[in-house]
């Protein structure tokens, strides 16, 4: 679930830098990472529940192909809604996630930059 909250946060900056090619694979990070736990963790809970972020990185996944900045904020809130729905679902809700206030990274740049 940490690497989940690291590239919940680096989309979030994707997202406001409008680099939609970094956002569409931080989006397919969680995707991948949601599968791994329903098919590797199958005797946890939250493998039972986590199934319920779908419709999210479904509507955040259509806003980042649509390159459009403010329905990707609408349904990056409705990601971390759900994500903290799920916690409370679980019973972890000492785990609560919320839109980030500075980048995670240092070494990373969110903005877009044209290929040589």
Not at 16 to 44: C, G, P, S
Not at 58 to 65: K, L, P, R, V
Request: glycine share 2%.
């Amino acid at each position: 679930m940490s690497s989940i909250q690291a590239h919940h946060s680096k989309l979030w900056f994707a997202g406001q830098y409008e680099n939609w090619k970094l956002a569409d694979f931080e989006v397919h990070e969680i995707m991948e990472a949601i599968e791994d736990i329903q098919r590797f963790q199958t005797e946890r809970k939250e493998s039972q529940w986590v199934g319920m972020i779908n419709p999210a990185l479904d509507s955040i996944n259509q806003a980042i192909q649509l390159k459009n900045p403010a329905l990707f904020k609408s349904c990056y809130t409705l990601l971390t809604n759900t994500c903290n729905q799920c916690h409370r679902e679980v019973e972890f809700d000492f785990n609560m996630v919320k839109i980030p206030d500075h980048q995670p990274f240092s070494n990373q740049d969110f903005k877009v930059h044209e290929s040589n």
